[in-house]
């Protein structure tokens, strides 16, 4: 089972977000939470990552911060705790009038609908990896953005998704190699490995828990209390979850009937589908395939709603 391809699948729900920022002199701004995954790619200069749980961090071009599940977190100038930082603001400063300290490329998915996929949600809050650690694949995947950012041209939507689904992939396969983790943060467990590949293989099955539990070779009771400290959730909320994130991807992705996609996801009628995704989404199925998330607008909603929302307005 590949879960990073169906992690990163699940945030494609979302709209995909990409700006070069430029700064100069005393700088610092601070991202609170948001639902979804984003980057920072340094592109030129020095600056700080500055978080609650760590010494700040120092960044250098080349660098590149994964903030796999939105987490909580700061660039600054220097460094600083994270309480002393800004909300990064959505106003719009004058351009640098010459070359600027320091630049960094923003990316992300942010989701109106729904939760990081448990897959992003399990590996650390911040990853950050550099260039000697194999990560230099980055500069050419940064420089085709920011191309495709400075003359946007017919399929600008799609190159921008695409692209930035190839660094969010690259970032976490790197920090799989780095820490000998070949498949991800929880598939080294044999017993949740079987487990999630009967779910994620078969996610129309009814699976009672009394059926994983005995294809994994566990009673009922330490199937469900291994899997639920693990993962965080017991089996039938995890199955649950599954099925809608596959419904979600589903509704943007094809003009399949409603009642088509509750068949292929193993709710019993239409009804059933749309009540439970109603309340995992906060909104019908219908509506939610007929509202595309646009995102957040520019000077609306808090800096949490997306790492690019300020980013947008500072562009340089």
Request: a neutral charge.
């Amino acid at each position: 089972m590949d879960f990073l391809s169906e992690a990163i699948g699940s945030i494609r729900t979302g709209r995909s977000y990409a700006r070069r920022v430029s700064e100069t002199g005393s700088w610092g701004m601070r991202y609170d939470e948001f639902t979804g995954s984003g980057f920072h790619v340094v592109l030129r200069g020095r600056g700080w990552l500055v978080t609650e749980e760590a010494p700040p961090r120092a960044l250098r071009p080349g660098d590149v911060v994964l903030v796999a599940a939105g987490a909580r977190h700061g660039l600054s100038h220097a460094p600083c705790a994270l309480r002393e930082l800004p909300p990064a603001s959505t106003d719009v400063p004058p351009p640098p009038s010459g070359p600027a300290d320091f630049e960094f490329l923003c990316g992300a998915y942010h989701l109106r609908r729904g939760r990081a996929h448990d897959y992003l949600a399990t590996l650390p809050g911040l990853v950050v990896t550099s260039p000697e650690k194999g990560a230099s694949w980055t500069t050419s995947l940064a420089e085709l953005l920011v191309a495709d950012l400075s003359a946007p041209g017919p399929g600008a939507d799609a190159s921008r998704s695409a692209l930035v689904d190839l660094l969010l992939v690259h970032v976490v396969r790197q920090w799989l190699r780095d820490n000998g983790t070949a498949g991800g943060p929880y598939v080294n467990d044999p017993v949740i490995t079987s487990a999630l590949r009967h779910i994620h293989g078969a996610p129309y099955e009814t699976w009672r828990v009394s059926e994983l539990s005995a294809a994994v070779g566990m009673s009922r009771t330490a199937f469900t209390r291994h899997f639920t400290r693990v993962l965080g959730k017991p089996p039938r909320d995890y199955l649950t979850e599954v099925r809608l994130a596959r419904a979600a991807r589903l509704l943007r992705e094809s003009d399949a009937p409603l009642a088509v996609i509750a068949r292929e996801l193993g709710y019993s009628t239409e009804f059933a589908f749309g009540a439970a995704f109603r309340r995992e989404y906060g909104i019908s199925p219908g509506r939610f395939r007929d509202a595309p998330d646009t995102g957040p607008s520019a000077g609306g909603g808090t800096n949490g709603d997306v790492l690019a929302t300020a980013d947008a307005a500072r562009s340089g």
